[in-house]
């Protein structure tokens, strides 16, 4: 496991936007793949987007498609996931995860299971 630092997050108007961050340390950075994960009470956790920074390849789940973005920023060894266009359906709150399997659009698709570092939570509220 390594250790994940989120931040940013808060509240935000419909059609306004947020910026996350999740740091982690150099080697956690240059050799694992990253995830944005969101959870409502009551509902099933929702991968977001993915980055692997070493790859540099994205990944988007249909429901933020062209809304949301991810990239990283290697001077402070950070994943970002920037959020514009918010929706009222985009509460919730937000996890940065960690995981050594390759980024890819089959992992968005499970809940989380795979990624075994997570960062504490932030709250997003739109």
């Known amino acids: 496991q390594v250790q994940l630092v989120e931040s940013g997050g808060g509240s935000a108007e419909a059609g306004g936007s947020l910026k996350l961050s999740c740091a982690a340390s150099?080697?956690?950075?240059?050799?694992?793949?990253f995830g944005w994960f969101r959870q409502v009470p009551g509902k099933e956790r929702e991968g977001v987007a993915l980055?692997?920074?070493?790859?540099?390849?994205?990944y988007w789940s249909d429901s933020v498609e062209g809304r949301f973005t991810i990239w990283q920023d290697d001077a402070t060894t950070s994943v970002i996931l920037y959020m514009d266009g918010l929706l009222p359906e985009d509460t919730g709150m937000y996890y940065c995860?960690?995981?050594?399997?390759?980024?890819?659009?089959?992992?968005?698709?499970?809940?989380?299971?795979?990624?075994?570092?997570w960062g504490q939570g932030t709250q997003v509220t739109v």
């Open positions: 995860a960690a995981t050594r399997r390759n980024c890819g659009d089959w992992l968005l698709a499970t809940d989380g299971a795979d990624f075994n570092s």
């Open positions: 150099e080697d956690a950075y240059r050799t694992l793949c």
């Open positions: 980055l692997a920074p070493s790859r540099g390849k994205p």
